[in-house]
């Protein structure tokens, strides 16, 4: 019996067809663990520090998202803020505080180093309204009873 025979051989596809685990486009599980746990120590921080900085004192700012590259040296934080729009404003102050939430972080999270930190605002509560107002439309409401 040869040592190429067909039940010998080691299933190298995953359920996509692609090889497992090499290809695969999104993060790893790694990414996965690492962002979720720099989301949770960011939300604790926003929801117990005061800042210093003007912009923030009064800010109630909610972390919805946190994205790490692979090689865990950056991660793209997702912010909003409750009840208001205006989130963009203070992106700026954000990146000024970036420096004390990675020293808040390292006592936190157990890395070896902690990534930069790059604010973006998250607008998908905003697009879900919007969708939501457009579904509501009574011109779009009765296109969808006709079908």
């Not at 010998?8 to 090499?22: I, Q, S």
């Not at 926003?46 to 210093?52: G, L, T, Y």
């Not at 990675?102 to 006592?107: F, Y």
């Amino acid at each position: 019996m040869s040592r190429n025979s067909s039940r010998d051989r080691v299933k190298t596809t995953g359920p996509a067809g692609k090889l497992a685990g090499h290809g695969v486009s999104g993060p790893s599980q790694r990414q996965l663990r690492v962002a979720e746990e720099i989301r949770r120590a960011l939300a604790d921080i926003f929801a117990r520090v005061e800042f210093r900085d003007p912009e923030l004192v009064d800010a109630r700012i909610t972390v919805t998202e946190v994205r790490i590259s692979p090689d865990l040296k950056h991660a793209t934080v997702f912010v909003a803020r409750l009840g208001r729009s205006d989130i963009e404003a203070l992106l700026p102050a954000l990146k000024r505080v970036s420096s004390f939430l990675r020293s808040r972080l390292s006592h936190m999270v157990r890395l070896r180093g902690v990534p930069d930190l790059h604010f973006q605002p998250d607008t998908a509560l905003d697009y879900a309204m919007h969708v939501d107002d457009l579904l509501r439309d009574p011109a779009v409401a009765r296109d969808l009873k006709d079908d």
